[in-house]
């Protein structure tokens, strides 16, 4: 079954550091463009950051600087390294994968941070 898996949420207080990573089947022949979106109750979907088969990087304004996404085409990952995180970093993270003909997404994890 082609999916994606993700790990690495959790709860961390204000100026910590978290780590997510997202595996995709190997039922998902072709990966170009992987990233990471998030989501709060009530509210859009929302990028985060985005890269490339190449390695090339995209970020939201509001975490350039705190976050680093970073691929393994070999594995079929992608990670999202959170530094600096705020209350505001709050959310249900989703990682997405593009396919041939179609987007891939994950489940979602929750990160939460405490004040």
């Known amino acids: 079954q082609a999916q994606l898996v993700e790990s690495g949420g959790g709860l961390v207080q204000a100026g910590g550091s978290l780590t997510l990573s997202c595996a995709a089947s190997?039922?998902?022949?072709?990966?170009?463009?992987m990233g990471w979106y998030r989501q709060v109750s009530g509210k859009p979907r929302e990028l985060v950051a985005t890269i490339t088969r190449y390695n090339s990087t995209n970020y939201a304004d509001s975490v350039k600087g705190r976050f680093t996404i970073s691929r393994d085409n070999a594995k079929n990952a992608v990670y999202l390294q959170m530094n600096s995180l705020k209350p505001e970093d709050t959310a249900v993270y989703y990682c997405?994968?593009?396919?041939?003909?179609?987007?891939?997404w994950g489940q979602g994890t929750q990160v939460t941070v405490s004040s």
């Open positions: 997405i994968a593009q396919g041939i003909s179609r987007n891939y």
């Open positions: 190997r039922m998902i022949f072709f990966i170009n463009d």
